[in-house]
Structures are given as C-alpha cells and as structure tokens.
C-alpha cells in the first residue's frame, strides 16, 4: 500500500525493524494509561461505595473504635480495586508484548493479509513514532469471505485531536477493502470512551457484548468493565 503524507507533516508507513521499542512503548502506555480512569470510574460506583464505607465500619467497629484500623480495612479494599484495574491492563500489556509484539515484523509483515503500520513526525529534526495501528486476515469459522481484525490502535498524547486516529483507521479499512475482506472486527473496553466514539464514528457497530476476556470473570465485575465486540461491513472496491 502506498505511504501517505497527512496534515502536521506525518507520514503513515509499514513497520520497520528500527521501530521496534519505540512502537512497543507506545502499545504500553497507550494501554496502562486507562488503569487510573478505570480505577476513578470502578470506585465511584454506588455498590462499591457503599462496600467501602462497610469496610471502615467493619474494621472500626471490630478495632474497638480504632481509627487506624478502620482505615486499615477500608484501604485494604480500595487497594484490591486498584490491583484488580491495575492487573486488567498490565496484564494485557504483558500478555501481548510476549506474542504478536514480540515480532512485530514476523508476526504482521509475513502474510499479505496482515499489516502494521506506523504514524511518523519529525519533531526538533528527530522523527518520533505518534501512532500505531495493525490489522490480521482471518478466517471466518463458517466459512465465507476472509475478515480483518484491528489490532493495536495507539495514539501518543501528543497527537490526540488531530484526526490521526481517523487517518489509522482509514489505513485499515483500505487495505481491507483491497484485500477483498467482507468486514472489519475489533475489541475493546467500555472504559477506552474515546476509542469507541471514534470507532462508532468510522462506521462500526456494537455486536457483541460481553466478550470472553483473558481475566477472570470476578476482576471484570470489580472493575466493573465491558468489552466490546464491534464491526464493520465493507463495501467492495469498486476495480474488484
């Protein structure tokens, strides 16, 4: 597919070896930068508030009125939210940068149904990874046409609100259309908002949800989570 030259002088290209950390680390943060925003929104919710004033309770009335212990057994508890959001997203981090990310190249550039590619500035005359995005050709498990799945969707904070989440999705959506794929999957977290605006506003819909996830059902229920199943129906191209 040919590079493309966007507005702010950022070049959207295929992966390439010299990318490998920088686009590891822009994988990571994106993804960890949700434990805080998850953490806010699991603990502000009424049966987790009401929990933890059960704890300080608890803790206080069995400490013989001690303070310190009520707020022992009530930081006990607030503790084991954060850990639980905490691990949802580390977790993932690990989990992925131990397969597909581990060899990016091998993994997305070996087939000519997956892709990787990169969003690149030059910022002080040193170019810097902004952006990432990939997708992998599947088959679907009835049979019929090949789908892609988006994978791996990351805009560094420098670049949000300039529409070159847009442009990475668009990156895809071409490429899936050329391939001759009959949609575009992805998954997501209920807490990534500005992602699932983004993706409703490329076109996606909601078709699922729950989604099976790699963390056990008790951290999604105390995260208090959904993940997302979302898709696209393509068009064909019309030279096809």
């Known amino acids: 597919?040919?590079?493309?030259?966007?507005?702010?002088?950022i070049l959207i290209r295929k992966f390439q070896p010299s990318d490998h950390e920088a686009v590891r680390a822009l994988f990571r943060d994106g993804i960890q930068e949700h434990i805080i925003p998850s953490f806010t929104h699991a603990i502000s919710q009424p049966l987790h508030i009401t929990v933890t004033l059960c704890f300080f309770t608890v803790g206080y009335i069995l400490g013989g009125g001690s303070v310190v212990l009520a707020l022992l057994a009530g930081g006990l508890w607030i503790g084991l939210l954060y850990y639980c959001c905490y691990e949802f997203y580390a977790g993932y981090v690990r989990s992925k940068l131990?397969?597909?990310?581990?060899?990016?190249?091998?993994f997305y550039l070996?087939?000519?149904?997956?892709?990787?590619?990169?969003?690149e500035a030059e910022i002080n005359g040193q170019p810097q990874n902004m952006g990432i995005v990939a997708v992998e050709g599947k088959e679907p498990p009835d049979g019929g046409q090949k789908?892609?799945?988006?994978?791996?969707?990351?805009?560094?904070?420098?670049?949000?609100?300039?529409?070159l989440g847009s442009?990475?999705?668009?990156?895809?959506?071409?490429?899936?259309?050329?391939r001759g794929f009959s949609k575009i999957v992805l998954h997501t977290s209920s807490t990534q908002s500005a992602?699932?605006?983004?993706y409703y506003?490329?076109?996606?819909?909601?078709?699922?949800?729950?989604?099976?996830?790699?963390a056990p059902w008790w951290v999604l229920w105390l995260v208090r989570v959904s993940l997302l199943r979302m898709e696209k129906i393509l068009q064909p191209c019309k030279d096809m």
């Not at 597919?1 to 966007?6: F, G, S, V």
């Not at 992602?195 to 983004?198: G, K």
Request: aromatic share 6%; glycine share 6%; proline share 4%.
């Open 195 to 198: 992602a699932v605006a983004l």
């Open 110 to 119: 070996s087939s000519p149904d997956n892709c990787f590619w990169v969003a």
């Open 167 to 178: 442009q990475l999705g668009q990156m895809v959506v071409n490429f899936c259309k050329e």
């Open 98 to 106: 131990n397969t597909d990310m581990r060899d990016i190249a091998g």
């Open 1 to 9: 597919m040919a590079e493309q030259l966007h507005p702010m002088h």
């Open 147 to 163: 789908c892609g799945e988006l994978f791996r969707m990351s805009v560094s904070s420098a670049s949000r609100h300039t529409g």
């Open 201 to 214: 506003k490329m076109g996606f819909k909601l078709v699922q949800t729950p989604e099976q996830a790699e």
